[in-house]
């Protein structure tokens, strides 16, 4: 039996619905005869209370009065979400993607891990993980984000009792974003000092240099000399040279920024007082965070033309550098040779997983928020493969670039490659400036470098910080007529927190922020994600919203990933860790034992949310115990696309293509809680469109 509006079209027309609706109606699905293809109109003006769109003509599917009760059970909260704003340009949200996922992790991260873990026998963990593990969680991210346009707290309106997952991301992105600006302040200081004649770590005339700087090395041995300990003897025999005693040399560029830019301690138990220059670097760059941010993702959107283009072109200048400095090929083949025996400790696993996590910016919440401002219709699996591969091959080329100047080094100093320089999360601000210290013209080089490394970490920042923003004003959306405010009120915060890691003792508190925080964490976060979107929620379900998004219908190989290659290797890797746990450690210096108990904390902390709200949303729903639990798998009436038109379209979507019964509509837990999507999808037939395979 048709409805009033239904009556009305079939006597006039659309100037007949026009008239019944006061001239509040506007057609927004429209069906071609010959192609009996969907269109949908985006007017991106809610109507709430009136249905405002009609069927196609030819479509005799009868409407039940739940489909009008389902319109109108929007809420005013689901309403303020279409203010969130949204992409100006689709490109933006590309550029965006590879902007946070190529970042500081690339040229500043993944060098040193692989530095520390052998080389090239990091790499092979480092490609297993990036396929089985972080291009199928990268692609689950991004298509949740964009399906239901929530953050990464309301997304888990799909099942509330994992809602806790989506407060550990947060958290993650709130602690990692803290250290993060840190390592931004240290580009903005090196920044700084480049404007000179003469960089600040070439030669060993200044106030911070020690006796063993390497460039009284070089010196000496130009002059046809060799040094015994610190002391320049020419004229030495072939045994006499066998027999000098060989001290521990450092390149100028390491002692400029331990002994200059960090003013180290020697240890986490020496904090000493704040290094008042990188406190102003530190207080500049959330400066900078909070206007890029001002007005969310419409004014980062504009920034990352530039932010996510202008470091390759950098990097490819220092490549060519690099690879024509002398000795560069002994770092290149330490780069690319593995060494097996290490493929069998747990660190090296560890680290490669926690890499590819932090580097592509899994469980961070980041991709879901970016996501979440997407077009319904965006291809995100175009996206999703281009960023992840993308991000792969910088930080592989980045390595090529890093190892070839580590090469030079060990010529330089005499030294095996593995031996030129300690590895930690300064080994980025030691090599890089070296190479930099070789160029003609080497101030406008490192001007041009530390800018790169800049709009790098600003990226990386922008996406992480508008993580937790985005979750504050979803959670509180009346916050958002004050966003300004809030924005720098949370900044504010931001810096006082950080700026621990501006002191003396600075170095070792960040590290141990790094170790514990983007680590451990982050795997079982992603871990307990991908079973829950796969067995709880349905990865029949997932794919055909994937289906409904982009046309494509995933095959074999993504159901295979999601429900048993990752969630398998994530468990392997963590048992694996657990079971060869190795503590906290900088350099030669290891942590006292409280200072690894506040690391673990700090990677509990992330944790601690999913039990604590999975008790809190099972205290606060209605019935008994196994009807609270039933519940609480099950999604949210307010689950589903968050836009007005777009729950439309999906819903008609799933009817034209016959991927849902004509009569089936959502199921009701209660009167409170419905859902919008059916609780099955029962195949009718196979779609009408030609099948495409996505890999």
Not at 178 to 183: D, R
Not at 404 to 409: A, D, E, K
Not at 560 to 579: E, H, Q, R
Not at 632 to 644: E, M
Request: aromatic residues 14%.
């Amino acid at each position: 039996m048709f409805k009033k509006r239904d009556k009305a079209r079939l006597a006039g027309g659309d100037e007949a619905m026009n008239t019944e609706f006061g001239g509040h109606y506007r057609p927004n699905i429209s069906q071609s005869p010959s192609s009996n293809t969907i269109e949908s109109g985006r007017s991106g003006r809610p109507l709430i209370a009136k249905r405002t769109s009609q069927r196609s003509s030819n479509d005799s599917i009868p409407e039940k009065a739940a489909t009008e009760d389902r319109e109108k059970s929007i809420s005013s909260s689901e309403e303020s979400k279409l203010s969130r704003g949204g992409w100006g340009k689709q490109i933006e949200f590309t550029l965006s993607c590879i902007g946070f996922c190529v970042g500081l992790g690339n040229v500043w991260r993944f060098p040193y891990k692989c530095y520390k873990n052998g080389g090239g026998a990091f790499l092979i963990p480092y490609f297993v993980m990036l396929v089985l593990t972080g291009i199928p969680m990268y692609f689950m991210e991004l298509s949740l984000g964009q399906y239901a346009s929530m953050g990464p707290i309301a997304i888990w309106n799909l099942a509330p009792i994992f809602r806790g997952l989506g407060y550990g991301m947060v958290t993650i992105a709130f602690l990692v974003s803290l250290y993060y600006n840190v390592i931004i302040a240290w580009v903005l200081y090196y920044l700084f000092v480049s404007f000179t004649d003469t960089l600040p770590w070439i030669g060993c005339d200044n106030p911070w240099n020690t006796i063993y700087c390497g460039k009284i090395k070089e010196d000496c041995m130009k002059e046809g000399g060799v040094m015994d300990n610190i002391t320049c003897r020419y004229n030495l025999t072939d045994d006499e040279i066998a027999n000098v005693t060989k001290a521990p040399w450092k390149h100028p560029s390491e002692e400029f920024f331990k002994k200059e830019v960090l003013r180290q301690s020697d240890g986490i138990e020496e904090m000493g007082g704040i290094s008042w220059h990188l406190a102003m670097c530190l207080f500049l760059s959330w400066i900078t965070i909070f206007l890029c941010l001002l007005k969310g993702v419409k004014s980062s959107g504009k920034v990352v033309y530039i932010t996510a283009t202008f470091p390759y072109v950098v990097l490819f200048i220092l490549f060519i550098r690099g690879v024509t400095l002398e000795g560069a090929g002994a770092g290149i083949v330490f780069y690319i040779t593995p060494n097996f025996t290490r493929l069998g400790e747990a660190q090296v696993w560890g680290d490669a997983a926690s890499q590819i996590f932090f580097s592509l910016g899994l469980a961070f919440g980041s991709l879901t928020t970016m996501a979440s401002y997407n077009k319904f219709s965006n291809n995100i699996y175009r996206d999703a493969m281009l960023v992840s591969v993308l991000n792969c091959a910088t930080s592989v080329f980045a390595g090529f670039v890093i190892f070839s100047i580590i090469g030079f080094m060990a010529h330089d100093l005499g030294v095996d490659v593995k031996d030129v320089v300690d590895d930690g999360p300064g080994l980025a601000f030691i090599a890089y400036p070296e190479a930099l210290s070789r160029l003609p013209g080497a101030p406008v080089w490192s001007v041009l470098f530390f800018s790169m490394l800049l709009t790098l970490g600003l990226d990386s920042q922008f996406a992480q910080f508008e993580t937790v923003t985005t979750a504050i004003f979803d959670s509180m959306p009346r916050l958002r007529v004050k966003k300004p405010m809030v924005t720098g009120v949370i900044c504010l915060g931001c810096f006082f927190l950080s700026l621990p890691m501006a002191c003396d003792g600075g170095m070792y508190l960040l590290h141990i922020m790094d170790w514990y925080t983007a680590g451990f964490s982050l795997m079982v976060i992603c871990l307990i994600e991908c079973l829950a979107v796969t067995y709880v929620y349905g990865i029949d379900r997932f794919c055909l919203h994937i289906y409904q998004m982009t046309n494509y219908k995933p095959n074999i190989w993504w159901k295979a990933s999601w429900m048993g290659i990752t969630p398998i290797m994530l468990f392997g890797v963590l048992v694996f860790n657990l079971y060869q746990h190795t503590p906290v450690y900088y350099e030669t210096y290891d942590y006292p034992h409280w200072a690894v108990v506040m690391g673990l904390l700090m990677a509990m902390v992330s944790l601690a949310w999913f039990p604590l709200m999975a008790f809190w949303e099972f205290y606060n729903v209605s019935g008994g115990y196994r009807e609270r639990f039933l519940k609480l798998l099950k999604p949210l009436r307010s689950w589903g696309p968050a836009r007005h038109d777009d729950r439309k379209v999906s819903r008609e979507l799933l009817l034209a293509r016959g991927l849902v019964p004509a009569d089936s509509e959502p199921t009701s837990r209660d009167e409170s809680e419905m859902s919008p999507v059916p609780e099955k999808y029962p195949l009718k037939r196979e779609p009408s469109i030609p099948e495409q395979s996505v890999v």
